[in-house]
């Protein structure tokens, strides 16, 4: 994340819409269990409303510093892990839900994003649910990202991506300037690999 991008993700705006919004858009209907992934958490303003939520939340972060830094202040129900989302170092089967808010635009390539998918899938129990969000493109989305990966996902073909990944029952749903997804992992064993 370039300097902006990070202020913004820390800012009391964000901090409004994630709770007030996209939260309550990207959870509604779905029941995700009491161990769950985030995946991508950056500052940790979703992990924040997550942890009061869920019994058990474990946050898988790349960047080694947004990692330290949501560790150091993460609650004991939150376990954070400095991590590649696309190599998750988890057994098959654990969690008993997912969430992805806002982040899988800032994996570099449309393979990488769905190995992270495939990933999440294999991390899943069966019938467990992945929701998320992501931006659609916009003038202000484009200079928050001035110097960032930004590799945007296109949501008319998310859902075939998220079927091939290993998971079912998918929806995608346009708003104004997201996109949210909700997608069950398959019942079988037999999920996709990339």
């Not at 294999?122 to 992501?134: H, I, Q």
């Not at 073909?157 to 079912?168: H, I, K, N, S, V």
Request: charged share 20%; hydrophobic share 45%.
């Amino acid at each position: 994340m370039n300097t902006f991008h990070r202020w913004y993700c820390r800012s009391g705006t964000w901090r409004h819409t994630v709770c007030e919004r996209l939260l309550p858009w990207v959870l509604a209907g779905v029941d995700l269990g009491a161990d769950v992934l985030e995946v991508g958490p950056g500052p940790g303003l979703t992990t924040d409303v997550l942890a009061e939520r869920v019994p058990h939340l474990t946050c898988v972060e790349k960047d080694p510093a947004l990692a330290a830094s949501l560790a150091q202040r993460a609650g004991a129900q939150v376990e954070v892990v400095e991590a590649d989302a696309t190599d998750l170092p988890f057994p098959a089967g654990r969690f008993s839900g997912a969430v992805s808010c806002t982040m899988l635009h800032h994996v570099p390539s449309g393979a990488l994003q769905d190995r992270l998918l495939a990933e999440v899938a294999r991390v899943l129990a069966p019938g467990a649910w992945l929701v998320g969000s992501d931006s659609l493109t916009s003038l202000l989305f484009r200079i928050a990202h001035w110097g960032d990966t930004m590799v945007l996902v296109d949501p008319d073909t998310l859902g075939a991506r998220l079927e091939r990944a290993g998971f079912g029952d998918v929806r995608v749903e346009r708003a104004d300037r997201a996109f949210r997804f909700q997608a069950r992992r398959a019942a079988t064993a037999d999920a996709a690999s990339c």
